[in-house]
Structure formats: C-alpha cells, structure tokens
C-alpha cells in the first residue's frame, strides 16, 4: 500500500536521476569543443512498480548510468578516410615541392633546350664567330645545370620522404603503445556492464592518429580492439603493442619491418606513411628515371650528331657531353665535355668556316630519340606527369576532405554536442529536480499534517 | 538529420571559398589560367611543345635577319661583278677595232687589270668575316694570286726529299689551278709517297683539272716544286704534310692577273623553316669557275689587248660574254634565296600569330573571364561570411534571458 514514505523515496530517486542527468548535460557543456569526446546521456529507467494485490504502483526513476552515442560503423569510416587523405596529403605535398622544378620558367629544362637550339641556330650564321661558339657551350651548360637541379630536387625530395619513414614508424610505435595501454582498461570497464566513455573517445582518438600515419584494419574482441596493418601484420592485441622496426634495404632507403624482421614496405599503402613509401619508391622513381632517361638520350644524340662533323681543326668532333655509361644517374651526372668552342663540330667537311654539320646539331630537336618521342615531346610528357600527379593528388586530397566532411557531420550528428539541445535539456532536467523537489516539499509538509495532526488531537 | 555543430561545415565553406578567390586573383593578376602544370597537365604539357615551336619560329627569324644582310652583300658583289663584266666586254669591243691602236690598246688593257682586280675583291667579299664565295671555306679569301711554282718547306740540299720520300697518311694537299678554275686535292693514303703525288698530278693533267705542264719535281735545293712551267698559268698548292712542310709560292714565280680559287664547292645553309634551309654561302668555283671562267676570261682579254690581234680580243671578249651569262644565270638562285627570305619572314610572323594565339588558349585566361571569377568569387565569399557571421553566433542562449 501506497505511503508517503514511498513517495519521499521516489521523489528523492527522482532528484538523484534528475542531477545525473543534470550531471552529463554538464559533461557534455563542457566538453563540446572536446576533439574525440563522444556526447554522454544518462539512462533513465522507471523503478520497478511495487505490485499491491491486483494494484501496480510505479516507484519512480532509476538512473541506470552513463551512455555514450557511438556509431562504430561511420567511425570505421573516418578512420578509412583519413587513411586516404594523408596519404594524400604526403603525396600532394612532395609533389608541390617537385613540380616548380617543371614549370615553365628562364630556368627550366624545356626552356634550356630551346635555347641551346637557338644558340646553335646562331653558330649556323656566322659559325666563323668564336662568340656565337662560346653561346652554345654556355646554353649547353645551362640545360646541364637545368637536368642537374632537376634530378637534385627529385633526390633530395626522395632522401626527406625516407627520413620521414622513420619518423612516422616511431609515431606508429608510440601511437600503438598507448591504444594497448587502454586496452585492459577499456575490457575492465565493459566487462562490468559499464560504459567506456572517456577512455574509449580516448582510444578512437589515437586510432584515428594512427590511421593518419598509415592503413590499419581494427577488429573487437573481448579483450579490445586488435589493431593490425593493411596486410595483417598485428600492431596491437590486447594489452600489448608489437613495434615495428626500421633498417636500411640494399638501395639504401629505409625499410619497415614488423616485429618478426619480415619487410612490410610495400603493403604500407595509405596513411601519411603509405602516401611516403609511395612517393619515395614508386612516384619518384619513375620521374627520375624519365629524366634520366630524357638527359642520357639527348646527350647521346647531341654526342652522335657532333661525331658526325669536324670541329675548328678539321678534327672528328668529339663529344659534346659527358653522358653516363648507365641511365640510372644520367640527369645527375651529365655535364659538359668541351669548354673549347673551336672543339664545336659545325664543319661537315673538315673545312674551317663550314657549318654543314651544325644541321645535324639542330635536327637532334626534332628527331625522335631511342624512345620513340623528340627531346621537346619527351620533356612535354614528363612535365604531363608532374602536373598529372600533383593534380590528381590535389584532387584526391580535396575528395577526401569533403567525404571527411560529410562523415564528421554524420558522426557528429550521433555522438556531436548540441548546445541548443544541452540547453534544452538544462531546462528539462532543471524542471524535474524542481517538481521533484516539489514533491519532497509537499510530502514534508504532508507529513507535517500528519505530526500536527496527532498534536492537534491531544490540545 | 541531428546537426550538433556547424563550425566545421562552414570553416570548409570558407576555406573552399577563400581558394577560389585567391585562384581568381591569380588568374585577373598574372592573366593566365595554368600557372603550374597540375593546374592543367595537359595544357601545361602541350604548352612545353607550343613553346619550343615559338622558339623555333623565332629562331628562323632571327636566322633570316642574320643572313640576309649577308646575301643582299653577296648579290650586291656579284651586281658589282656583273658592271665590271660589261665594262671589260665594251673595252673588248672597242679594242677589237681594227682601226685602234696598239697605245690605246694598252689603254684598254691596264683599265682592265684595274677591273679584275675589282672584280678579285668582291669575289673576296666577306661579310662579318665570312667569305661568301668561297663555298663552305668561309674563314680565308677564296681567291689567291696565283704563282707557277710552289716549293716545299722541307727538303735541303744535305736532306734532299726524294720521289721515295713517304708521305704522311691522311695528309692532304691542294692544287688549285688559275687557268683552269679546278682544284686537285689529294689525300695522302698509308705507303703514298712523293712519286704517288706526282702521278696523280700527271693524272689530273691528263683529266684537265690541271694545266698541261704541270708536274713535280725535287728542285736543286732538294725540294718538292710544284709548278705550271708556264709564265702564264699559275697555281695556289696547300698542303698540310708534315714530310713536306708548309708549300709557298717560290719567289718571283707570280703570274701577273692569274687568281686561283682555293675554297670548296660545298656550301653553308642555314635553316630558316622546319624543311626549308637557305644556302648562305656560294661556291666561287662554281660562279666564276672553269668552262665559263670569268676571271680567267678576263685575264685571257687583257692579254689579247696587249698583244693580241682584233680577232683574238674578239674571241676573247666572246669569252667574257659568255662568263657573264653564265654568271647572270648563276645569280639567280640567289637572288631566289633572297626573295624567299622574304617571304618565309612574313610566313613566320604569321606562324609567330598563330602560336602565340594558341599559347593564349592554353593557358592563358581573357581578361574579362579572369574579372567576372574574380567577381564571382568575391560574391561567393562575401555570401558565406555573411552566412558565417549569422550562423556562427546563434544558439538557444540568446533566447532564453
């Protein structure tokens, strides 16, 4: 049967549930520009009714704790993503370094080579003149210079991506030791039917951190999240991290290996770390190896076109540039072989003042080298690849942004703090600890009643 | 759709706007859409080809500035030549007269050695220190004084250099001939040796590249002599063998009014189009050289003048005429190559137009496109500002004082 004393009981659960609530509304105030912090709400439940014959008494409120609002499936997305983007983003960042290398400018590759054309157009018309000579050996050492500063960048770019390899595995190392630290921690807490909360909104924090260094695939299990690379090589399980290792691989460049020694370099293909890898050892590469080959060919062709003539001393013109033996190093290490602009091969005939051979100089322009493109048409191509690759990392990088975007709304619509909405909920939660209170006050004075009542009895 | 906050959504509006902004300002400040090749690869690269073009075209012009000057001073010669021609024919004609006399004769003929020696000088024009008539020899005077006898520098009366002496391999020697307007070059093969050169001088005798008499010999003083063995053939001998030392012209030797062409019949060109070259020297052999040899023809007048009679400075003046026809004939292409010049210039602005209208559509932006981005731009920035400005500071808060 129904008492006040019950009802003191429920109206003072009552109060309890209503500064719970109160309590995560301020969590949540407080902790609204809070990156990771996943919004909390208190679960309320009705008390079990007290049963009274064939009469059932509800008993109030029980605040039966603290929830936070997760969507495992969109924070899943988020790390994917930001796998995608700063894989992007190094590689967008390597290419924006490289590519003022090939635009067009006094200096470049594609101008030096029009100039030196020029030069040698200009022997053709007074090839008597030891000044129009001096021109092409100068403008043939500033396309040398060109091709030298071209590979440098390239090369040295290369040489900072690897030192950034080690950074990011130590990072990676940091990041995994940390997310199996929380681990235990984490299994404790929701082995008791509690809420992760804070220490979960920690660990998704530093997954994502991790997924920003390079792609890892996470499974739950009881005792936690198992974190693993791409390719399956576990980083984290349970309460223990396995650090991967640097050593140097017989190219010199960094390798990555996993706890076991075995080399997971190439697996490694998204995240800051996947975007390096693949600039250092594919991106790269490949253009250095065009212009390699583009400055090995050209000199060769420029060295047989020479071959051909005769210089100022009626001599078999001798090479015009020193070209590497292999093509591998061939843009680094091209240089001038002549300083002597007598030693130019104009004549054709061995006669002094001919300048028959200089055609042979100039067609190498227009004439397709071993690679089936013309010098200009080779350099167009590789300046396409550069723009190509810088674009479409640019284009990548701007996807993954606006996807991020979208998926931070999503997520943000699940487990984001809404100010208006913590305000609403402030004026709820206020207005039931009120009317709870209320009730406590008219049950006291109830009581007070009753007391005077038996008071009033005996005066 | 829950919205818990919009910040981020419109830090990225403004981010996204602000780039656009700044590209616009890019575009309306450099006037050009593709500043860097990712922002358009494609064009970016066919720009690198469009530039090279440009670059050729403007080679080819520059080339055609160069050259013409040259050639206008090369047909300027020749025009000079072709005076100095109808001067010696009118003095021909004049000294054929059988009623003139043998003083005014001799007039003739010593106003004639003062044209051949004009027309010896613009043979030898040079233009900013290339002989345009010497073919590709372009670096040295084509025509020389010739001599009857050369002798080489080696060989003593002690050390005499025999027919047996070696020549040095892959030497070479040159005999150009006054009379006949032809050069015998030969080239030392392994084991030649003097007798070899002397036989195939016999040979060039016997072919008419040479003057009938001309051998060689080991003088007294134990030299090698190349000579004409005529007081009125002569000859210039080049030759850069070591065993014989440099040939000189013996002293004394010189035969009055014969010039020798010692420069080459090939030619220098110069490309002043992707298939079009333009030769820019000639070959004086081949303009006043044999058959119709117009110094020699010339040559041939003065001494008909001096000595002959009026049927031979008749005959000799035919001689003249007819190298002048075949100098007229001779200058034509020249004359060709200069009004191509011309054309092809006026071709090349063109194409300089062209390229430089298709450079623009790469990667070039017109000034109204680039103002209405950048106005657009602005608008669009300025609205989510706006947007910001309302959005950002609003919450239940407000409301509830």
């Known amino acids: 049967m129904a008492s006040l004393s019950t009802s003191l009981f429920t109206a003072v659960q009552s109060l309890g549930a209503a500064t719970g609530a109160l309590q995560a509304t301020n969590n949540n105030i407080a902790n609204a520009n809070t990156p990771g912090y996943t919004r909390q709400v208190a679960i309320l439940q009705e008390a079990t009714p007290t049963n009274d014959g064939s009469l059932s008494m509800g008993n109030g409120v029980v605040l039966e704790g603290f929830q936070s609002v997760r969507d495992e499936l969109v924070q899943m997305r988020i790390q994917q993503e930001t796998e995608a983007q700063s894989g992007a983003n190094a590689q967008l960042s390597s290419m924006q370094q490289i590519q003022p290398t090939f635009t067009t400018s006094a200096q470049d590759i594609g101008t030096s080579m029009s100039a030196m054309f020029t030069s040698i157009s200009s022997l053709s018309t007074n090839p008597n003149s030891p000044a129009a000579g001096q021109a092409v050996l100068t403008a043939g050492q500033n396309l040398v210079t060109a091709f030298n500063a071209a590979s440098s960048t390239l090369t040295s770019q290369q040489a900072g991506l690897n030192s950034q390899v080690t950074q990011d595995v130590s990072q990676i190392n940091q990041l995994t030791q940390q997310i199996a630290a929380l681990n235990p921690k984490i299994s404790e807490l929701t082995s008791t039917g509690q809420n992760g909360g804070t220490l979960q909104d920690q660990q998704n924090q530093l997954v994502l951190s991790l997924s920003a260094l390079t792609n890892v695939a996470i499974t739950q299990t009881p005792n936690g999240i198992t974190v693993t690379t791409g390719n399956g090589t576990p980083l984290v399980m349970g309460s223990q991290g396995f650090a991967l290792h640097t050593a140097n691989g017989s190219d010199g460049m960094t390798q990555v290996l996993d706890q076991n020694g075995t080399n997971i370099t190439a697996p490694l293909t998204s995240g800051d770390l996947g975007g390096t890898i693949q600039m250092r050892d594919q991106t790269i590469p490949g253009l250095l190896g065009q212009l390699d080959t583009l400055a090995n060919q050209f000199g060769s062709a420029m060295n047989a076109a020479q071959a051909k003539g005769f210089d100022q001393s009626g001599k078999a013109g001798q090479n015009l540039f020193t070209v590497p033996s292999t093509i591998a190093g061939s843009a680094a290490g091209i240089s001038m072989a002549i300083t002597d602009p007598s030693k130019i091969a104009a004549s054709s005939d061995g006669t002094a003042g001919s300048s028959g051979n200089l055609a042979n100089l100039s067609a190498v322009e227009t004439t397709a080298l071993p690679g089936g493109e013309t010098p200009v048409s080779a350099y167009a191509s590789l300046v396409y690849k550069v723009g190509s690759l810088t674009s479409n990392a640019a284009a990548e990088s701007s996807a993954t942004a606006s996807s991020l975007l979208q998926l931070n709304d999503q997520l943000s619509s699940v487990s984001g703090v809404s100010i208006d909405q913590e305000s609403a909920n402030l004026i709820t939660y206020q207005t039931a600890y009120q009317a709870a209170a209320r009730v406590v006050s008219t049950i006291q004075s109830l009581f007070s009643i009753t007391l005077s009542m038996g008071t009033a009895a005996a005066a | ?401």
């Open chain 2, 1 to 401: 759709m829950r919205v818990a906050n919009m910040v981020p959504d419109i830090q990225y509006a403004m981010q996204q706007s602000q780039q656009a902004l700044s590209t616009a300002l890019q575009q309306v400040s450099t006037g050009l859409r593709v500043n860097q090749p990712s922002d358009d690869p494609s064009a970016s690269a066919n720009m690198v080809v469009s530039l090279a073009a440009r670059a050729q075209v403007d080679r080819y012009t520059s080339s055609i500035n160069s050259v013409t000057p040259l050639m206008q001073t090369a047909d300027s010669a020749l025009s000079s030549i072709v005076t100095s021609l109808n001067t010696a024919i009118t003095n021909g004609t004049a000294g054929a007269n059988g009623t003139e006399t043998d003083a005014n004769r001799q007039a003739l003929a010593t106003q004639l050695v003062s044209v051949l020696g004009s027309v010896i000088s613009q043979a030898n024009t040079s233009f900013q220190g290339i002989y345009v008539f010497g073919g590709s020899a372009t670096t040295s005077p084509p025509f020389i004084a010739a001599s009857s006898t050369y002798t080489s520098a080696k060989g003593a009366a002690g050390s005499p250099l025999a027919t047996s002496t070696a020549l040095t391999a892959g030497s070479v020697t040159t005999i150009s001939d006054a009379s006949t307007g032809d050069t015998m070059t030969f080239k030392a093969a392994a084991g030649d040796t003097v007798a070899t050169l002397s036989t195939a001088i016999a040979n060039a005798v016997a072919a008419g590249t040479l003057s009938a008499g001309t051998n060689a010999t080991i003088n007294a003083a134990g030299q090698l002599a190349i000579g004409t063995n005529s007081s009125t053939s002569g000859i210039v001998v080049n030759s850069n063998d070591a065993t014989l030392g440099a040939m000189t012209a013996t002293a004394g030797s010189g035969v009055p009014n014969a010039y020798a062409y010692v420069g080459n019949s090939s030619v220098n060109s110069v490309q002043v189009g992707d298939s079009t070259s333009i030769a820019t020297s000639m070959s004086g052999g081949q303009l006043f050289g044999s058959g119709t040899n117009v110094i020699g023809s010339l040559n041939g007048l003065i001494t008909a003048l001096q000595s002959g009679t009026s049927q031979q400075i008749g005959t000799a003046t035919s001689a003249v005429s007819t190298a002048l026809n075949h100098l007229s004939q001779q200058r034509i292409p020249l004359d060709n190559a200069i009004s191509q010049l011309s054309s092809q210039e006026s071709y090349l602005g063109q194409e300089t137009v062209t390229l430089t209208a298709q450079q623009s559509s790469l990667v070039g932006v017109t000034l109204a496109d680039a103002a209405t981005n950048l106005s657009q731009a602005e608008l669009t920035n300025s609205a989510v500002l706006a947007a910001a400005a309302k959005v950002i500071p609003q919450t239940l808060l407000d409301f509830l004082k």
